[in-house]
């Protein structure tokens, strides 16, 4: 049955989540892919807290699919993602719309691109992602117990899931809860599941993913 609403209404929805599926999901996903999962395969915290000091830097390319009951079919991006300790990260988007965000200890900067020339965006929502990046210290390290954000739970079994719902009632509002799928190669996280609703979810599926190798400082300055 095609979306209601006509063809006004799923033009508005469009351009309303191709505009947010950069902003929104990088405030959460920035801080999950840097769970110490990828430094081992374990189905106990212990484990993974232990295995958390080998992870020195990541990067992988993803395909996020975000699926609305409203949408004919669902909206696609591609992009990659690079991290270095302590807290240096990158997460890109290259299609549909290239946006970058970059996070260091000096701050978090994103940036889009406008007739062919990348412009800092300076809007509320930068401020947003670095409130969700403050997690990621307790991530890194395995200490899921002491987030003011989200309650863990690891579920063992083949995938192995980590689930993180929202402690938070208004982040609830717009998260339920997030799901992390283990692949079966050890240090490799599959796929990460957002669902922000009955009918609403965004998937990301990740390849290519190396650890631990070099990674240019170049990859976390200001994007130009």
Known sequence: MPPSGG????RLVLASARNTMPQLNPAVLLGLLLLPIF?????DWGSIKRAAAEVQ????DFVQTKSLEILAKPLVS???FAFRRPSDLRWEYDSPIRSVLVATPSGVRRYVQKDGRWVPDASAKVEAVGAVLAEMNLWIRGDFDQSKAFTATLEPGEPARVKL???DAAMRRYIARVVLELGAA???ISAVVIEEGPKASTRIEFSNVKRNQPIPDSRFQPVR
């Open 7 to 10: 063809p006004r209404r799923r």
């Open 186 to 188: 050890p240090g490799v």
């Open 39 to 43: 430094g081992a395969w374990s189905d």
């Open 57 to 60: 830097t990541l990067e992988a």
């Open 78 to 80: 591609k992009g990659h």
């Open 165 to 167: 719902v929202p402690k």
